[in-house]
């Protein structure tokens, strides 16, 4: 489901331009963050590892 919509999500947004900067164009670009260190216990339950890993890789960085 995600890989399928990611060429979609991926793509640059066109934004409007002030009058003053007539001939310009701008867009916003989606870029990855960088790499996150997710480091958890091995007597904790596995969802208060996963959690902040998830969340990670949806914003777009990797995971170590």
Do not use: D, R
């Amino acid at each position: 489901m995600m890989l399928g919509n990611l060429h979609k999500w991926m793509q640059p947004i066109e934004t409007p331009v002030p009058a003053l900067f007539a001939p310009a164009t701008s867009y916003i670009t989606h870029e990855p963050y960088g790499v996150a260190l997710v480091i958890g216990a091995f007597n904790y339950p596995v969802v208060l590892t996963l959690s902040p890993m998830i969340g990670a890789i949806a914003a777009g960085m990797e995971c170590v």
